[in-house]
């Protein structure tokens, strides 16, 4: 499959934990984003890496980090967990940094807080 | 703040019937406006995007500067637009993305 590819597709876990989610994005896409979808708040942009570089950061708390490798995969770490961040996170990719090129999203992490 | 409001959550119409999905956003700098769909079971892909002034699968949209809105419009909704619409704004400069809360449409045969 050469489009994106997210790992794990479900994460079950207990407050307080860490957990890391990972992306590989399209072959030759450079540019990797990560959202966070939840019920009441829709799709919220967390943050992009470019060529392995931050590029942009949206609504990303701090206990919330990523980063992009240099094969260009990318993994996002959620620390100290609470409830509140069960959701569907999302990793979209483009072959450019702007964000006027058009993303190719993955099918998503689901993760449930307990 | 919220830059990108699509106002409705649900939107019903009937097959052959003009369909029109909302969105206003709000933003200081030159933003660029897209509009992506996700199909059941399948994943979020681009639909338009206003500089490319395009028609895809019969829908366009202008993006209105005075109005500062985006609005998606079909002439004649089918059974197979049937999806979750997101309307999306990219912030120049900043490349921050912002997506709306979505309208799921419903085209009813």
Not at chain 2, 3 to 16: A, C, D, H, N, W
Not at chain 2, 22 to 47: A, D, H, I, M, T
């Amino acid at each position: 499959d050469s489009g994106v590819t997210q790992t794990p597709k479900h994460l079950i876990t207990a407050t307080g934990q860490r957990v890391t989610l990972r992306c590989s994005p399209r072959s030759g896409d450079l540019s990797v984003y990560w959202y966070q979808q939840s019920l009441d708040q829709g799709l919220q942009f967390l943050i992009q890496y470019y060529n392995g570089e931050e590029r942009a950061k949206g609504n990303i708390l701090e206990r919330f980090s990523a980063q992009q490798f240099p094969d260009l995969h990318s993994e996002l770490n959620l620390s100290s967990l609470e409830l509140g961040d069960s959701a569907l996170y999302f990793c979209a990719s483009s072959f450019r940094d702007r964000g006027r090129n058009e993303q190719f999203f993955g099918p998503g992490t689901r993760l449930t807080v307990l | 703040a919220q830059r990108v409001t699509q106002p409705e959550k649900l939107l019903s119409v009937f097959k052959g019937a003009p369909v029109e999905l909302k969105c206003n956003y709000s933003y200081s700098g030159s933003p660029e406006l897209f509009w992506y769909v996700q199909y059941s079971r399948q994943r979020l892909q681009l639909l338009l995007r206003h500089i490319s002034r395009e028609s895809i699968k019969g829908f366009t949209a202008d993006l209105n500067k005075g109005e500062t809105s985006f609005h998606l419009k079909k002439p004649f909704a089918q059974e197979e637009d049937s999806a979750m619409y997101y309307c999306a704004l990219s912030g120049v400069p900043g490349n921050q993305f912002y997506f709306g809360t979505g309208t799921s449409l419903t085209v009813i045969p």
